[in-house]
């Protein structure tokens, strides 16, 4: 019978290579999501099961996820609170209880998936609790083994990763958030083989390993080195200064508290200028695994149209839904303040007589509903097909009343068309992973 493994966060960047992998091998996999159903359609081949660290905060929450389990891989971390995310349940509260439930059902295995730079110097509730959780995996009785990898890169990109794709798509320059820090990229695939390796028999046990590939790089070398992969024109990388940077750190802090993950938070600055390089020797002397280069890495999965795409919408995709937002509520208010005159003539137009300014008000009132609307995480797709829809039958409803408006050489009707393109934009390109 095939040994079963529980992968925790197995619908998450990491995560999902490992539990693959872990299958490749020969596990059979139990898969933990904090939503299941929505990770079995990417990978139905795996057994899904709900894992969120959230519930599972006591001992025996964990009975039922660890029935006939004869090991655990750790793969949920978040890098800044905010939304859902929550650093002490993630990385202290959840492994703490993980790790009762594991001592007292006598699981005796567990990989323990942490990062370089997971440590209190590091000046971030990142780098404090990822460095509890790892004290209390430390401190167990378990069959332990902690990976801590440095920046890790694959095919797919989420975070951190999917910036630097960004950044090094930039037209005519390269942004460089500082630029000198220095990271060992390691490979999706090297990192797999290394959880693989720490659960073969007579793997190391209460060890503590880097996984950190075989070169020093500067974040620079790594964006001239994708940007390269991507098959873009050489580019100057231009190191851009705290000033102006930490606008856009303020921005994704607060995005983050509203639910938007972004990977420019200044908890991930803060962890990259603390130093994410990592020992590149220990762990492969230990687990057998030979890393390989980022530029062997590039060379083995060539960039794709697709690659670009994404790398050329990353940035983009922001300023579209800030800007989409801005023109519904800005139209709303408009239409309430120093517009209402002009909006009530147009409608005494039509023919909407004394209904006119019930309808202004309305439209008023939803243009501003919808904007704010579009801004909340969860509800973004769904409000900008809203959004498309309701401005379909606005222009129906406006070609009847007022058709010789389409000849305007102002073009009122027509305006709405590229902002009807726009909200399309944002629903489809609405996925995370």
């Not at 950190?212 to 851009?240: C, D, F, H, M, N």
């Not at 303020?250 to 994410?276: C, K, T």
Request: charged share 15%; hydrophobic share 50%.
């Amino acid at each position: 019978m095939a040994p079963r493994v529980l992968v925790l966060g197995a619908n998450g960047f990491i995560g999902a290579h490992v539990a693959a992998a872990l299958a490749e091998a020969g596990w059979t996999v139990r898969a933990g999501a904090r939503d299941p159903r929505a990770a079995a359609r990417r990978a139905p081949g795996l057994a899904w099961v709900n894992a969120d660290f959230a519930d599972l905060l006591h001992a025996d929450d964990w009975a039922p996820l660890l029935d006939g389990i004869d090991a655990v891989v750790n793969c949920i971390g978040v890098l800044q609170d905010g939304g859902r995310d929550s650093t002490a349940i993630a990385h202290v509260s959840g492994p703490r209880a993980l790790i009762a439930a594991c001592e007292a059902l006598d699981v005796r295995r567990v990989v323990h998936l942490s990062a370089v730079g997971a440590e209190a110097e590091a000046g971030t509730s990142y780098g404090r609790s990822k460095a509890q959780g790892e004290g209390l995996f430390e401190a167990s009785s378990l069959d332990w083994l902690i990976l801590r990898p440095s920046l890790v890169v694959a095919r797919p990109v989420f975070g951190g990763t999917g910036l630097i794709r960004a950044l090094a798509a930039f037209p005519g320059f390269i942004p460089a958030p500082g630029g000198g820090q220095r990271f060992r990229p390691v490979a999706m695939d090297d990192l797999c083989a290394a959880v693989v390796a720490g659960l073969a028999p007579g793997a190391p046990v209460r060890r503590k390993l880097d996984v950190a590939g075989p070169q020093s790089l500067t974040l620079a070398e790594i964006l001239v080195a994708y940007r390269g992969w991507l098959g873009l024109k050489p580019a100057p990388v231009v190191a851009l200064p705290d000033v102006l940077t930490a606008p856009a750190i303020a921005l994704g802090d607060l995005a983050g508290w509203l639910g938007w993950s972004s990977p420019l938070r200044s908890a991930s600055i803060r962890q990259m200028n603390y130093g994410v390089e990592g020992d590149p020797d220990r762990w492969v002397a230990e687990l057998g695994v030979r890393p390989r280069s980022l530029a062997a890495h590039l060379t083995r999965t060539p960039a794709s149209v697709q690659d670009v795409w994404h790398a050329r919408l990353w940035c983009v995709r922001p300023v579209a839904i800030v800007t989409l937002s801005l023109f519904w509520i800005l139209t709303g208010l408009i239409s309430f303040g120093p517009g209402r005159e002009a909006a009530l003539a147009v409608l005494a137009e039509g023919g909407y007589g004394a209904s006119a300014p019930v309808v202004a008000g309305f439209g008023a009132l939803l243009d501003v509903v919808l904007g704010l609307a579009l801004l909340v995480r969860p509800w973004t797709a769904r409000v900008a097909m809203l959004m498309a829809l309701g401005t379909v039958g606005y222009l129906v409803a406006a070609s009847i009343s007022l058709p010789h408006y389409w000849l305007d050489p102002l073009g009122p009707w027509l305006k709405v068309l590229p902002m009807m393109a726009l909200c399309l934009f944002v629903a489809a390109t609405d996925e995370r992973r």
